[in-house]
């Protein structure tokens, strides 16, 4: 009986068909973890714009108040002294209100301009984990095919392309491109 000898070529194209599986399923994690991140940020920044809505109406509720008694402290008829000053108290309170609401929107709109940018540098890196994973999955079947059909140009073609995969999944890390 005679031993066949081991094809030493298809062991490399095994194996390396192996560690482009293994680089795909990494990819694949980083690219679950950026779309999820993009997705909650996504929801992070909406409530934030909501915050900011709410404090606005408050604001301009605040403001609307403001103006009427500002209106009626200009009206002709005499005013008692004391109504006079609770007209100037609830003017300054106003005022108050009016600052502290414009205050806390310029703080949700700097979160949530935060946020946004989070979004988009996740979308990005996620993005580009795809463009990765595509990369790898045409790898994997150029390997694939090449063992099946015995060419090796299409092995080489296949280790050619696993160059897509770094540039895209470096982009992703770095965002250099």
Request: charged content about 20%; overall charge positive.
């Amino acid at each position: 009986m005679s031993e066949k000898k081991p094809d030493i070529w298809m062991s490399w194209v095994a194996l390396a068909t192996a560690i482009m599986a293994v680089l795909a399923a990494v990819t694949t994690l980083y690219l679950g973890k950026y779309s999820s991140r993009a997705i909650l940020n996504q929801g992070q920044e909406t409530s934030q714009w909501a915050y900011y809505q709410a404090k606005s109406i408050k604001s301009y509720i605040y403001e609307i108040q403001k103006q009427k008694l500002e209106l009626d402290t200009m009206a002709p008829a005499a005013k008692p002294k004391a109504v006079k000053d609770k007209y100037a108290q609830l003017i300054a309170n106003y005022d108050k209100q009016i600052t502290r609401y414009d205050k806390e929107k310029e703080e949700i709109k700097a979160t949530a301009d935060g946020l946004a940018k989070s979004k988009e540098e996740a979308q990005n890196r996620a993005g580009n984990f795809g463009y990765a994973l595509i990369f790898l999955q045409i790898a994997i079947m150029l390997s694939s095919v090449s063992a099946l059909t015995k060419k090796k140009p299409l092995f080489y073609v296949g280790l050619a392309t696993v160059s897509g995969w770094l540039f895209f999944f470096l982009d992703a890390i770095f965002l250099f491109h």
